[in-house]
């Protein structure tokens, strides 16, 4: 089992940035893949960013290359995911997920982002 909580969330200005936090507890593993998606109203959830517990390697969505950076401390078992020049449409509630397997089998509570124009 695997526990997710997520912070960092608020409303900022077009233009700014915020950085999210998700604290995990549990069986994080070498193998884990640690990642953040999102969900805006009326739309479905999309895949942001993933990072491999282990080797820190990352992938992003296309759309937020360039702006947003996910990284782990392994000490502190967290996520992070900084989020730069920030635009309406990243408006969306964002969750942190986690998996041991092939799939995200543990997901967290969420935290909103709003992006003002």
């Known amino acids: 089992q695997v526990q997710l909580v997520e912070s960092g969330g608020g409303l900022v200005q077009a233009g700014g940035s915020l950085r999210l936090s998700c604290a995990a507890s549990?069986?994080?593993?070498?193998?884990?893949?640690m990642a953040w998606f999102r969900q805006a109203p009326e739309k479905e959830r999309e895949f942001v960013a993933h990072i491999r517990w282990g080797s820190g390697i990352t992938y992003y969505l296309d759309s937020v290359k360039g702006r947003f950076t996910i990284s782990r401390d392994t000490a502190k078992n967290t996520v992070y995911l900084q989020m730069t020049s920030l635009r309406p449409d990243d408006t969306a509630t964002y969750y942190c997920?986690?998996?041991?397997?092939?799939?995200?089998?543990?997901w967290g509570q969420g935290t909103q982002v709003s992006v003002s124009s």
């Open positions: 549990g069986r994080i593993l070498s193998w884990s893949v």
């Open positions: 997920a986690a998996s041991n397997s092939d799939r995200y089998d543990y």
